[in-house]
C-alpha cells in the first residue's frame, strides 16, 4: 500500500492563498478516489473536499466556492488549493485515499499522509 506525503502548507495572512499538495508512491494512483480533510487543535478531523478517480471534486459546505480540489495523475498527485483564508481555516490538512468515490467520513479512508500545517494570521 502507497505512502502519501502533503506539502505545501505555510503561515498565511488572512485573505491570502496556499496549495497543498498530496503525492502517492506505489503504482495505480489514477485508480484512486481521494480526499482532504482537516484538524484543528481541539476539534474532530472533519472532512474538506474529495476527488473521484474519475476527477469528479466534491466540497464540504466550508469548502465551497473557496477551496479547489484537482489532481494531476501523471505526478501521482492531489492538489487543494485554498483562496480567500480565514484565521478559521488554520488547521492541519491531511490528504487521504477513499475506499469509495464521494466518501466523506473519515472512516472511509484507509491511507493517510502525515499531514501539513497551515496558520492564518490576522
Known amino acids: 500500500q502507497g505512502r502519501l506525503v502533503e506539502s505545501g502548507g505555510g503561515l498565511v495572512q488572512a485573505g491570502g492563498s496556499l496549495r497543498l499538495s498530496c503525492t502517492a508512491s506505489?503504482?495505480?494512483?489514477?485508480?484512486?478516489?481521494m480526499g482532504w480533510f482537516r484538524q484543528a487543535p481541539g476539534k474532530e478531523r472533519e472532512f474538506v473536499a474529495g476527488i473521484s478517480a474519475s476527477d469528479s471534486p466534491y466540497y464540504a459546505d466550508l469548502a465551497t466556492g473557496r477551496f479547489t480540489v484537482s489532481r494531476y495523475n501523471a505526478k501521482s498527485t492531489v492538489y487543494l488549493q485554498l483562496n480567500r483564508l480565514k484565521l478559521e481555516d488554520t488547521a492541519v490538512y491531511y490528504c487521504?485515499?477513499?475506499?469509495?468515490?464521494?466518501?466523506?467520513?473519515?472512516?472511509?479512508?484507509?491511507?493517510w499522509g502525515q499531514g501539513t500545517q497551515v496558520t492564518v494570521s490576522s
Open positions: 506505489g503504482p495505480d494512483f489514477s485508480l484512486y478516489n
Open positions: 487521504a485515499r477513499a475506499t469509495y468515490s464521494g466518501a466523506t467520513a473519515s472512516g472511509n479512508y484507509d491511507t
